[in-house]
């Protein structure tokens, strides 16, 4: 099976920068995504890292250490709107084909 | 571009009578649709997986099922409903040997 951990709760202030940590336990990876998800809303797909290194699309970027079994969300240039549960999810084999399981989620809170 | 669609957005119904959450995909061919379950404040539980139509994989064996009548329908059913099947559902659709998915609005069930 596959396990994540992320911190629960992360804040931070408006123009700071802020990293989520996430560390997986799986049985096969193919790779590490993230989603943000606002308070009811749906989660929206921001990356997804199945090489090492780091992804960079504007102010978000993710990086991943297969050897480390690591990654971790960057969000720079922080806004209010940035306020969100950001979950990580491992990409892994399951019965012939590859399904996500997600971790618990980290919310953001970002303040004046 | 790509769109997905789920109804009903809020549902309440009584314990013991069925359910039926439907979603459609527009935009896309034969892509790879997924049943979730959030309960409040945690994270997304993969109910059902299906790769093609007809193709239902289960992941949590529960009192719920799903189909997949047409290449981009699927549709999550129950005949009884419990207190424990209350939550967020959530479709999502994703390109065969991704990483990302895209999720629908979603729908919040209430069993009273």
């Known amino acids: 099976g596959q396990s994540l951990e992320q911190p629960s709760e992360v804040t931070a202030v408006e123009g700071a920068i802020v990293q989520i940590n996430c560390t997986y336990q799986t049985s096969g990876f193919y790779g590490l995504s993230w989603y943000q998800q606002h308070d009811g809303g749906a989660p929206t797909f921001l990356s997804y890292?199945?090489?090492?290194g780091l992804e960079e699309t504007g102010r978000f970027s993710s990086f991943l250490s297969r050897s480390d079994s690591y990654g971790y969300l960057l969000l720079q240039e922080l806004q209010m709107k940035d306020s969100a549960s950001y979950f990580c999810?491992?990409?892994?084999?399951?019965?012939?084909?590859?399904?996500?399981?997600f971790g618990k989620g980290t919310m953001l809170l970002v303040s004046p | 571009s790509q769109t997905i669609h789920q109804w009903p957005a809020t549902l309440v119904q009584p314990v013991g009578s069925p359910l039926s959450l439907e979603c459609t995909v527009e935009g896309t061919s034969n892509p790879n649709l997924y049943w979730y379950r959030q309960a409040a404040g945690r994270g997304l539980q993969l109910l059902f997986y299906s790769v093609g139509i007809g193709q239902i994989s289960s992941e949590v064996p529960q009192n719920l099922s799903a189909s997949r009548p047409q290449d981009r329908q699927f549709i999550l059913s129950s005949k009884k409903l419990l207190l424990s099947d209350s939550g967020f559902y959530l479709c999502?659709?994703?390109?065969?040997?991704?990483?990302?998915?895209?999720f629908g609005p979603g729908t919040r069930l209430t069993v009273l």
């Open positions: 999502a659709w994703g390109p065969a040997g991704g990483g990302e998915q895209f």
């Open positions: 890292n199945a090489l090492d």
């Open positions: 999810a491992v990409r892994a084999p399951s019965s012939g084909y590859s399904t996500l399981t």
